[in-house]
């Protein structure tokens, strides 16, 4: 069964984020930080994976991991996204 589709608007995008690290991390969600980069969250090379993998089955196409360091809060790398489906940019 396909995962359900993430509206495409950065603040949908970030709370799925937030509670995607939340979970990785083992961390309420409201102890994380949006504007915080993920080197500081604990996020390492794996979750990067796994949280691009999972973005990649809410939103279509493929995510680099490599987005994480390129746009590394939760927040930039929400709006990065938002405005990549938006536009209709191919996917990496």
Known sequence: MPAEPLPRDPAAI???IIARLADLRKRDPAS???GRPFNELGIDSLDAVTLT???E???????DPAELFD?????DL???LAGRVAAGAPHA
């Open 53 to 55: 993998g999972e973005l």
């Open 78 to 80: 929400a709006a990065f």
């Open 71 to 75: 746009h590394p809060t939760p927040r």
């Open 14 to 16: 970030e709370r799925f």
């Open 32 to 34: 994380i930080d949006a």
């Open 57 to 63: 089955d809410r939103l279509g196409g493929s995510i």
